[in-house]
């Protein structure tokens, strides 16, 4: 069954493909009048499914396609049938395991958004909060795999005949699969909510929506409703402070990426709501860039560096960044930075584009032997759709003076942390003093005693000695005395007689010093 429908699929696919003369794209001679960023879009839209979400994936990175493409593949639009609420109910049902009425107290059949992968719809649950609920396409994941297995076979056919240099079409399906199979579990969009919301918790301009994970399951993601309108509404845009809401984000979007090294990789305005009091709320987690810890430090300084204009800080912080070779030539990187920056040259830093600026550096990074992770080109395309956002919301606000402000910020804020931490480790120093001189004083005192104590100790075992030199000397006394009584009463003994007499003589010596020793001590 499943061979059946991949031979039907590929033959739809390769219907489409012809009609929009794709297969010109192997004949040079035809190339440039048939391949144009407006067809291949228009492709795109007409194959659907995973070809929709491959052309947004494609939007999204400037490394692997030139930027004339992603700027068209920029208008895909997830233009999809809504399925019929029946089947999103019965989706519901099997996925929590429970019936619907024990879970909605109110539920909006009619969905409030759909895409290619889901849709979402308006309900209140019997706790009383009003949510959103995305459910999974029914079957959706069936058709996704099958239409990644034929782009892979696509893509290995392909690979022999375009040159890498264009593209790598390989690399890109490859790419696409790891996207797509996040965005076809909920559980991972649940997870990064939870991250993003714990993180902008002391910050009430930011919100981020609640999970509620008893009623959420890889194909339905519930969370809370937003109450809001998206950024690109001008109309109810204009009673808002667009210069604040636009700080808000270029600010938060700052400190996703160097606070909390994860980012939301597509911030339009579409998936950025403004909320009362010119606040803002992040929708549509499905995609995150996420960086290595250690790239933080390093990227502020890259960031820095782009700001100033400085091509041999840039430089060195591409080489901190741990993503250049050994074989790498730091004065033609050098010379490669400068005339990215050379286009800059006459434009005042205000309408200076910071993340095509940070993109192009990253391309030139890799024209010098840079591996430049695919994280971080993320970051840049990422980048420029905040800068595209800007652009709409306030078109005069200085994003670079911006970014240049929060940098600002956070080195006092880490100065002032560093300090605070020694200042603390110190007061902590000088609390923990009195205790240290008492055990210095308290080890004195042991010595003191335990010299005290020895002394004692010696002089118990003299007197102990001599106590048992006096004893044995009363006892041989006493016993000499016994023996003079003996021997004296013996009859007719001179012998005996005087033996009792000396006895008695040494007896009486040794009582004689007994005593007198008493009567010393």
């Known amino acids: 069954m499943a061979k059946k429908r991949g031979v039907g699929r590929l033959t739809q696919i390769l219907k489409i493909c012809f009609k929009w003369g794709v297969s010109g794209y192997f004949n040079k001679k035809h ?21 929709v979400k491959l052309g947004q994936f494609l939007s999204l990175r400037p490394d692997l396609i030139p930027a004339k493409f992603c700027k068209e593949l920029e208008k895909l639009q997830d233009n999809v049938e809504v399925f019929p609420f029946k089947e999103a109910k019965a989706i519901i049902e099997k996925e929590l395991g429970q019936k619907f009425e024990d879970i909605f107290e109110e539920f909006n059949q009619k969905p409030i958004a759909a895409a290619s992968i889901g849709q979402v719809y308006k309900a209140k649950l019997l706790s009383g909060e009003i949510v ?22 696509i893509a290995k056919k392909a690979d022999k005949l375009i040159d890498q240099n264009v593209l790598d079409p390989v690399e890109i399906v490859d790419e696409l699969e790891r996207y797509t199979r996040r965005e076809l579990n909920y559980l991972e969009e649940a997870h990064n909510l939870e991250v993003f919301q714990h993180h902008f918790s002391d910050d009430d301009r930011i919100t981020v929506p609640k999970v509620y994970r008893a009623w959420t399951s890889q194909k339905v993601l519930t969370m809370q409703f937003i109450h809001g309108f998206p950024a690109h509404d001008r109309k109810r845009l204009a009673r808002h402070n667009r210069k604040k809401i636009a700080y808000t984000v270029v600010e938060s979007m700052m400190r996703q990426v160097l606070e909390l090294q994860r ?31 250690d790239y933080a430090a390093h990227l502020e300084d890259l960031f820095l560096a782009l700001l100033n204009a400085n091509p041999k800080a840039i430089s060195k912080s591409m080489i901190a960044l741990n993503i250049a070779d050994r074989e790498v030539n730091l004065h033609m990187l050098e010379e490669d930075v400068s005339r990215v920056l050379g286009k800059y040259h006459k434009t005042s830093l205000k ?20 591996r430049v992770p695919r994280e971080l080109v993320l970051l840049g395309k990422a980048l420029a759709t905040l800068q595209g956002f800007v ?24 100065f002032k942390l560093i300090r605070k931490k020694l200042f603390k480790d110190l ?20 010595d003191k005693n335990l010299k005290r104590l020895e002394f004692d100790l ?47 003589l040494v007896a009486l010596f040794l009582l004689l010093k007994l005593l007198f020793h008493y009567n010393t001590r």
């Open 351 to 370: 309408r200076v584009h910071f993340g095509l600026l940070l993109a192009e550096s990253l391309d030139a990074a890799r024209r010098n032997n840079i």
């Open 263 to 293: 980012f939301h990789a597509d911030p339009h305005p579409g998936n950025i709501f403004v909320l009362p009091h010119d606040n803002v709320a992040f929708l549509d987690f499905g995609i995150v860039g996420m960086l290595h810890e």
């Open 427 to 446: 007061d902590m120093f000088k609390s923990v003093v009195p205790t240290i001189k008492k055990i210095f004083f308290d080890i004195d005192d042991a």
């Open 132 to 153: 959103a609920v995305k459910v999974m396409r029914p079957g959706i994941d069936r058709i996704v795999l099958t239409d990644l297995r034929i782009l892979k076979s």
């Open 31 to 51: 190339e440039k009048k048939l391949i144009t960023p407006s067809r291949i879009r228009r492709l795109f839209e007409e194959l659907g499914g995973i070809f």
């Open 458 to 504: 010696k002089l118990l075992d003299d007197r102990l000695l001599h106590s048992g030199e006096r004893i044995m000397t009363a006892i041989v006394a006493v016993g000499l005395l016994l023996f003079s009584a003996i021997a004296l009463n013996v009859e007719n003994s001179n012998l005996f007689n005087t033996g009792g007499f000396i006895s008695f």
């Open 391 to 414: 652009i709409e919301v306030y078109p005069e606000f200085d994003i670079t003076e911006c970014i240049k402000e929060y940098l600002s910020k956070r080195r006092k804020l880490t």
